[in-house]
Protein backbone atom coordinates (compact mmCIF):
# COMPACT_ATOMS: atom_id res chain seq x y z
CA UNK A 1 0.00 0.00 0.00
CA UNK A 2 1.39 3.23 -0.66
CA UNK A 3 2.18 5.32 2.08
CA UNK A 4 2.42 8.88 0.45
CA UNK A 5 -0.93 10.86 -0.20
CA UNK A 6 -1.27 11.05 -4.04
CA UNK A 7 -0.31 7.67 -5.74
CA UNK A 8 2.07 8.01 -9.07
CA UNK A 9 0.76 8.17 -12.15
CA UNK A 10 3.42 4.92 -12.37
CA UNK A 11 0.36 3.35 -10.24
CA UNK A 12 -2.57 4.46 -12.64
CA UNK A 13 -3.58 1.05 -14.02
CA UNK A 14 -6.22 1.17 -17.35
CA UNK A 15 -8.38 -1.43 -17.54
CA UNK A 16 -11.72 -2.80 -19.62
CA UNK A 17 -14.92 -1.33 -17.16
CA UNK A 18 -16.43 -3.77 -15.56
CA UNK A 19 -20.48 -4.27 -16.03
CA UNK A 20 -21.26 -2.82 -12.21
CA UNK A 21 -19.00 0.18 -12.92
CA UNK A 22 -21.29 1.72 -15.03
CA UNK A 23 -23.39 4.22 -12.78
CA UNK A 24 -19.85 4.97 -11.43
CA UNK A 25 -18.52 5.88 -15.48
CA UNK A 26 -21.60 8.15 -15.66
CA UNK A 27 -20.90 9.86 -12.30
CA UNK A 28 -17.29 10.09 -13.16
CA UNK A 29 -18.24 11.86 -16.94
CA UNK A 30 -20.70 14.08 -15.47
CA UNK A 31 -18.36 15.57 -13.20
CA UNK A 32 -15.68 15.69 -15.83
CA UNK A 33 -18.30 17.77 -18.18
CA UNK A 34 -20.14 19.79 -15.84
CA UNK A 35 -17.82 23.10 -15.96
CA UNK A 36 -19.27 23.32 -19.80
CA UNK A 37 -22.15 24.11 -18.94
CA UNK A 38 -20.92 27.42 -17.57
CA UNK A 39 -18.29 27.85 -20.51
CA UNK A 40 -20.35 27.23 -23.35
CA UNK A 41 -22.75 29.18 -24.51
CA UNK A 42 -26.35 28.74 -23.18
CA UNK A 43 -27.89 27.09 -26.12
CA UNK A 44 -24.51 24.70 -26.96
CA UNK A 45 -24.90 23.01 -23.90
CA UNK A 46 -28.21 21.24 -24.29
CA UNK A 47 -26.84 19.43 -26.69
CA UNK A 48 -24.16 18.19 -25.05
CA UNK A 49 -25.38 17.47 -22.37
CA UNK A 50 -27.65 15.73 -24.57
CA UNK A 51 -24.78 13.71 -26.44
CA UNK A 52 -23.04 12.49 -23.45
CA UNK A 53 -26.20 10.88 -21.66
CA UNK A 54 -27.00 9.45 -24.95
CA UNK A 55 -23.45 8.33 -25.13
CA UNK A 56 -23.02 6.89 -21.89
CA UNK A 57 -26.30 4.94 -22.28
CA UNK A 58 -25.35 3.36 -25.48
CA UNK A 59 -25.04 -0.27 -25.53
CA UNK A 60 -23.01 -0.12 -28.49
CA UNK A 61 -20.14 -2.29 -28.99
CA UNK A 62 -18.15 0.22 -27.49
CA UNK A 63 -14.72 -0.93 -25.41
CA UNK A 64 -15.21 1.16 -21.84
CA UNK A 65 -11.71 1.30 -20.65
CA UNK A 66 -11.61 2.95 -16.74
CA UNK A 67 -8.25 4.14 -15.56
CA UNK A 68 -7.43 3.25 -11.96
CA UNK A 69 -5.19 5.39 -9.12
CA UNK A 70 -5.19 3.91 -5.62
CA UNK A 71 -8.37 2.08 -5.87
CA UNK A 72 -9.87 4.70 -7.19
CA UNK A 73 -12.00 5.63 -11.05
CA UNK A 74 -10.47 8.80 -11.70
CA UNK A 75 -10.67 8.55 -15.43
CA UNK A 76 -12.74 6.77 -18.20
CA UNK A 77 -13.29 6.64 -22.09
CA UNK A 78 -15.36 4.59 -24.96
CA UNK A 79 -14.07 3.57 -27.88
CA UNK A 80 -16.74 3.00 -30.73
CA UNK A 81 -16.19 1.48 -33.82
CA UNK A 82 -16.14 2.64 -36.92
CA UNK A 83 -19.76 3.78 -38.42
CA UNK A 84 -20.96 0.97 -40.32
CA UNK A 85 -20.93 1.97 -44.52
CA UNK A 86 -18.34 5.15 -44.04
CA UNK A 87 -19.28 8.97 -42.28
CA UNK A 88 -23.02 9.85 -41.60
CA UNK A 89 -21.99 13.38 -41.72
CA UNK A 90 -23.68 13.56 -37.99
CA UNK A 91 -21.32 12.13 -35.47
CA UNK A 92 -19.66 9.12 -36.88
CA UNK A 93 -16.34 8.60 -38.39
CA UNK A 94 -15.04 5.58 -40.91
CA UNK A 95 -12.56 4.38 -37.93
CA UNK A 96 -12.84 3.76 -34.44
CA UNK A 97 -13.62 6.98 -32.57
CA UNK A 98 -12.74 7.44 -28.63
CA UNK A 99 -15.61 9.32 -26.94
CA UNK A 100 -16.60 10.97 -23.49
CA UNK A 101 -13.00 10.95 -22.58
CA UNK A 102 -13.37 12.15 -18.90
CA UNK A 103 -11.18 12.75 -15.76
CA UNK A 104 -12.03 13.64 -12.27
CA UNK A 105 -11.57 17.07 -11.88
CA UNK A 106 -9.46 16.11 -8.49
CA UNK A 107 -7.05 13.85 -10.90
CA UNK A 108 -6.99 16.27 -13.72
CA UNK A 109 -2.92 17.30 -14.68
CA UNK A 110 -1.68 13.96 -13.87
CA UNK A 111 -1.45 12.78 -17.61
CA UNK A 112 -4.52 10.19 -17.08
CA UNK A 113 -6.17 11.99 -20.30
CA UNK A 114 -3.33 11.22 -21.84
CA UNK A 115 -3.10 7.31 -20.71
CA UNK A 116 -6.86 6.96 -21.87
CA UNK A 117 -6.14 8.24 -25.51
CA UNK A 118 -3.26 5.97 -25.50
CA UNK A 119 -4.52 2.81 -24.35
CA UNK A 120 -7.13 3.63 -27.20
CA UNK A 121 -5.02 4.37 -30.14
CA UNK A 122 -3.09 1.18 -29.20
CA UNK A 123 -5.98 -0.63 -29.32
CA UNK A 124 -7.47 0.60 -32.52
CA UNK A 125 -3.90 -0.19 -33.80
CA UNK A 126 -4.28 -4.04 -33.03
CA UNK A 127 -7.29 -4.14 -34.71
CA UNK A 128 -6.17 -3.21 -37.63
CA UNK A 129 -7.75 0.30 -38.08
CA UNK A 130 -5.58 2.67 -40.43
CA UNK A 131 -6.52 5.61 -38.04
CA UNK A 132 -8.81 6.75 -34.74
CA UNK A 133 -10.87 9.64 -34.56
CA UNK A 134 -12.59 11.80 -32.14
CA UNK A 135 -14.90 14.69 -32.17
CA UNK A 136 -14.31 17.98 -29.73
CA UNK A 137 -15.18 21.87 -29.65
CA UNK A 138 -13.51 25.08 -28.91
CA UNK A 139 -15.01 25.24 -25.02
CA UNK A 140 -12.90 22.34 -24.21
CA UNK A 141 -9.56 23.82 -24.66
CA UNK A 142 -7.84 21.37 -22.52
CA UNK A 143 -8.49 18.72 -24.91
CA UNK A 144 -7.83 19.92 -27.70
CA UNK A 145 -4.37 20.51 -26.65
CA UNK A 146 -3.98 16.89 -25.12
CA UNK A 147 -5.44 15.73 -28.73
CA UNK A 148 -2.69 17.82 -30.77
CA UNK A 149 -0.13 17.14 -28.51
CA UNK A 150 -1.03 13.19 -29.19
CA UNK A 151 -0.41 13.79 -32.72
CA UNK A 152 -4.15 13.80 -34.02
CA UNK A 153 -4.76 16.36 -36.45
CA UNK A 154 -8.23 18.68 -38.31
CA UNK A 155 -10.23 16.53 -40.47
CA UNK A 156 -12.77 19.11 -41.33
CA UNK A 157 -14.93 17.21 -43.76
CA UNK A 158 -15.99 15.38 -40.54
CA UNK A 159 -16.89 18.42 -38.82
CA UNK A 160 -20.84 19.05 -37.96
CA UNK A 161 -23.27 22.14 -36.32
CA UNK A 162 -25.28 20.53 -34.44
CA UNK A 163 -28.64 23.79 -34.26
CA UNK A 164 -27.70 25.96 -31.48
CA UNK A 165 -24.59 24.07 -30.57
CA UNK A 166 -20.71 24.99 -31.15
CA UNK A 167 -19.37 23.59 -34.29
CA UNK A 168 -18.31 20.09 -33.68
CA UNK A 169 -14.77 19.36 -34.49
CA UNK A 170 -13.28 16.56 -36.03
CA UNK A 171 -9.85 15.15 -35.30
CA UNK A 172 -8.29 11.95 -36.63
CA UNK A 173 -4.70 10.15 -36.15
CA UNK A 174 -3.46 7.76 -38.71
CA UNK A 175 -2.04 4.68 -37.28
CA UNK A 176 1.04 2.92 -38.70
CA UNK A 177 1.84 -0.63 -38.08
Not at 4 to 13: C, D, F, K, Q, Y
Not at 34 to 57: D, H, K, N, R, V
Amino acid sequence: MTTHAHPTLAELRIRDAKPDEREAIRALTLAAYAQYATIMAPTAWPGLQEAILGGLAAEADADKLVAELGGELVGSVFLFPPAEGGADGGGRMVWPELRLLAVAPEARGRGIGAALVRACVERARRSGAEAIGLYSSASMRAALHLYERLGFTRTPEYDFQPPGGELVMAFYMPLEG
